[in-house]
Each structure stands twice: as C-alpha cells, then as structure tokens.
C-alpha cells in the first residue's frame, strides 16, 4: 500500500484466499484491505496514538439516515455525553477531495450535528469546525487534542 501524509503506525495484518487484511483495533477484527481502508486505519491510530481520543468514544463505518436514505459514515467521535463531536470522511488516495466530497460529509452532518468535520484521502486532510449560530464553517491546521 502507498505511503500517506501520516506518521509511520504498526499495523496487524493477515491473508487468507489471496485476500489481505488489516486488524481494526475500533471494531476488533480483520477488514479486508483496500486503499480507502487503508486510509481509514491510518486515520484511528492518528486519531488515538497523536491526539489521544480514547478508543471507547471513536465509532466505524455505522449506518445512518440522510434525507430516508441509508448512509454509512467512516469514523465518528463522540463526546462524552453521546453528542457528536467529529466526523470523518475517507477517501482512497486517488480520489481527489473535491466539493462534492464536502457536500456529502455536510449532507451526513445535517443529521449527525458534528461539532468538527474532518475529511482526508490519506495525502490531504482538512479540517472544519461549525458554527450553527452562524450557519457556517471554519477551515483549522488541525483539529484538536482530546481534552
């Protein structure tokens, strides 16, 4: 798999029927390794190792309602009251972040609320923080540190 704009992680890895898959610590078994997944794994330990989410609060590929449509998000963390923190949209290296692709994280926020949107294909990330009241965003360097 390709290098990405992250720091170096250890990963558990195993291959059965020609197939390779990678241990995701979030939702405790082997997903099967594709480079959004790839993206995706690299995302939780950023998550966890650098900005010390605890593991208990991030949540993996769940499905949601948007607009009597099925959706599946990538990562959310919530806050320690159930609210919605921040959510994560990964995309494989080779996807280009576009507007299209922030329109569909802001399509998920509609029913999730987020306080921080995060969304990366591995090599670029960007991060927004809300502002209801506003009814508007803010781009961060970064999002931040869990308190």
């Not at 290098?3 to 291959?15: D, M, T, V």
């Not at 594709?34 to 949540?59: A, C, D, G």
Request: one cysteine or more; a positive charge.
């Amino acid at each position: 798999m390709q290098k990405l704009n992250f720091p170096a992680y250890q990963f558990r890895f195993k291959s059965s029927e020609n197939k390779i898959s990678i241990f995701d610590r979030i939702r405790k078994k082997f997903i099967i390794l594709n480079p959004e997944e790839w993206v995706r794994q690299h995302t939780i330990q950023y998550l966890i190792e650098n900005k010390k989410y605890p593991e208990s609060l991030i949540n993996v590929e769940k499905l949601i309602k948007v607009n009597d449509l099925n959706k599946r998000y990538d990562i959310i963390i919530f806050n320690p009251d159930g609210s919605i923190y921040l959510i994560i949209e990964c995309k494989s290296p080779t996807v280009k972040i576009t507007q299209q692709v922030f329109d569909q994280i802001a399509r998920y926020n509609l029913a999730l609320n987020a306080e921080y949107l995060m969304i990366t294909n591995g090599m670029n990330h960007y991060y927004c923080q809300m502002d209801y009241t506003e009814k508007q965003y803010s781009f961060l360097k970064d999002i931040p540190d869990y308190k």
